[in-house]
């Protein structure tokens, strides 16, 4: 499986060859619900990579600006590997996956100042109604190479039309001491088992409930 570190070409010659523990990389991010005519059709997200992740990107675009055939090529090599991984994202609802499209609707990549920002829309499958049970949305790199997280429950938007009849939680999960120690031990060229679901024991949780 294609870990997040493949994002970026030679992201891990970025790192210090005495690097070690995971996570090596970060990304904040930013979620807004998209909702049509009292519907969930999709999440609006927006990913700030930190400096050292967004330093092949930056160095590949060069001066060039950012609505210029360059970024878009690089957008789109970006937001392919991304949908490779389902958008790194696992939405559930009373149980069940919630499915989505490989199809988003628009994309961009852009620069702030010294990091790449990756703008997307992930969107679901088949429009959900919002009243109803919650939905439990989590986005997380499974190696747990990459540490995905919101700095603040600022960071997730509710529309103005969400705002009334819907209320959500973030919840941040604090892995017991032999995982940490466990990630820790990581190098940055080690992979744990797939079965491990390392990423998955770090990610953060939102809980969206409409009422």
Same mark, same amino acid.
């Given at each position: 499986?294609?870990?997040?570190?493949?994002?970026?070409?030679?992201?891990?010659?970025?790192?210090?060859?005495?690097?070690?523990?995971?996570?090596?990389?970060?990304?904040?991010?930013?979620?807004?619900?998209?909702?049509?005519?009292?519907?969930?059709?999709?999440?609006?997200?927006?990913?700030?990579?930190?400096?050292?992740?967004?330093?092949?990107?930056?160095?590949?675009?060069?001066?060039?600006?950012?609505?210029?055939?360059?970024?878009?090529?690089?957008?789109?090599?970006?937001?392919?590997?991304?949908?490779?991984?389902?958008?790194?994202?696992?939405?559930?609802?009373?149980?069940?996956?919630?499915?989505?499209?490989?199809?988003?609707?628009?994309?961009?990549?852009?620069? #702030?100042?010294?990091?790449?920002? &990756?703008?997307?829309?992930? =969107?679901? /499958?088949?429009? *959900?109604?919002? !009243?109803?049970?919650?939905?439990?949305?989590?986005?997380?790199?499974?190696?747990?190479?990459?540490?995905?997280?919101?700095?603040?429950?600022?960071?997730?938007?509710?529309?103005?039309?969400?705002? #009334?009849?819907?209320?959500?939680? &973030?919840?941040?999960?604090? =892995?017991? /001491?032999?995982? *940490?120690?466990? !990630?820790?031990?990581?190098?940055?060229?080690?992979?744990?088992?797939?079965?491990?679901?390392?990423?998955?024991?770090?990610?953060?949780?939102?809980?969206?409930?409409?009422?």
């Amino acid at each position: 499986m294609m870990k997040l570190r493949g994002l970026l070409v030679g992201l891990a010659a970025w790192y210090s060859v005495d690097a070690a523990a995971h996570p090596h990389s970060f990304i904040d991010m930013n979620t807004t619900f998209v909702v049509q005519e009292q519907q969930l059709v999709g999440l609006r997200m927006v990913w700030v990579m930190d400096e050292m992740t967004s330093a092949d990107l930056l160095y590949d675009a060069q001066n060039a600006k950012n609505d210029s055939e360059t970024w878009k090529k690089l957008a789109a090599q970006v937001m392919a590997n991304v949908l490779g991984q389902h958008y790194f994202t696992d939405i559930y609802r009373d149980g069940k996956p919630v499915k989505y499209t490989n199809l988003p609707p628009e994309y961009r990549l852009s620069r #702030q100042e010294h990091k790449a920002v &990756l703008e997307f829309v992930l =969107p679901l /499958a088949h429009p *959900q109604p919002l !009243a109803g049970k919650p939905f439990s949305i989590s986005t997380y790199d499974p190696t747990y190479f990459v540490d995905m997280s919101y700095q603040a429950s600022s960071a997730i938007h509710l529309p103005a039309e969400m705002a #009334q009849q819907c209320r959500f939680e &973030l919840f941040t999960p604090t =892995p017991d /001491a032999s995982l *940490q120690a466990y !990630a820790l031990s990581l190098d940055k060229n080690d992979s744990p088992g797939e079965d491990l679901q390392l990423g998955q024991q770090f990610a953060q949780r939102i809980t969206l409930q409409c009422h």
